[in-house]
């Protein structure tokens, strides 16, 4: 794990960007795991600035969502297809046929797992994947108690989840139960891992992920055993880390290096 530990999420969001795109230049045809929620969505405007610049295209790169509710239509307006076409594709000149969302809408669930699980696999696998983090450090639904092996699944939601993501919807009622989500040990097969955290409301899982033990309880502390990957955090997600003046330097000459 390396930890870029940043003053705000704004500097975060754009180191992380950097990272992505300095792969989309290096492999203009590379495999990318897309988060959604709040966390990326400066991360996706900076590489949205980067494509109307110039310098990058997305014209060859694949991209697989991580999760989508369970129940929701693609066109509704709080499902992950319908957010990543506002907050991303439609802002860069990816091809939408390159890019896929689990179908919420899918009757046969484990059908629709096994097929996304077997097409990431035919592209070659993810090149690099983006996270968020959970304030009980989930990461994508895999929520506290989930396999660190699991595999792209249907997963029931916490009520810690849906209370987070209420605010995204009219009232709670109105959040899905359960949602399609990609396992912790799918996730774990990307080559890279950029997770951003941002907010005080996140140190303790940051915490719990980088300096407390590996379980599935904080299910981003499965990263501890990844060889390549990167935590971009502000500085209020960092707070309660011991270490985080020894990662604040590492982080530096690590980046500087790159």
Not at 42 to 52: F, G, N, T
Not at 105 to 115: G, H, I, Q, S, V
Not at 131 to 159: K, M, Q, W, Y
Not at 185 to 211: H, P, Q, S
């Amino acid at each position: 794990m390396e930890i870029v530990i940043c003053r705000t999420k704004e500097e975060a969001s754009r180191k992380a960007a950097d990272m992505v795109a300095a792969l989309v230049k290096k492999n203009p045809k590379c495999v990318l795991g897309l988060a959604t929620g709040s966390t990326p969505v400066l991360m996706y405007s900076e590489l949205a600035k980067d494509v109307k610049a110039k310098k990058i295209s997305f014209k060859n790169v694949r991209s697989w969502n991580l999760d989508e509710y369970y129940g929701l239509a693609p066109t509704h307006d709080q499902s992950y297809r319908y957010f990543m076409n506002a907050n991303f594709f439609d802002r860069i000149d990816i091809k939408k046929a390159n890019t896929h969302v689990l179908n919420g809408l899918a009757k046969d669930w484990r059908k629709e797992c096994a097929a996304y699980e077997k097409a990431i696999k035919a592209a070659g696998g993810i090149d690099l994947q983006v996270l968020g983090i959970g304030s009980d450090g989930h990461i994508a639904f895999n929520e506290p108690g989930s396999s660190l092996a699991s595999r792209t699944r249907l997963v029931s939601l916490t009520p810690q989840t849906i209370k987070d993501n209420a605010r995204f919807f009219a009232k709670a009622s109105d959040v899905p139960r359960h949602a399609l989500s990609m396992g912790v040990g799918t996730i774990c097969e990307a080559k890279k891992v950029v997770l951003l955290a941002f907010g005080a409301n996140k140190a303790d899982a940051v915490k719990a992920a980088v300096e407390g033990g590996m379980s599935q309880f904080c299910t981003a502390s499965a990263l501890q055993a990844h060889n390549d990957a990167w935590f971009f955090c502000d500085a209020a997600a960092a707070a309660k880390l011991k270490l985080r003046k020894f990662y604040a330097w590492r982080s530096e000459t690590v980046l500087a290096s790159l």
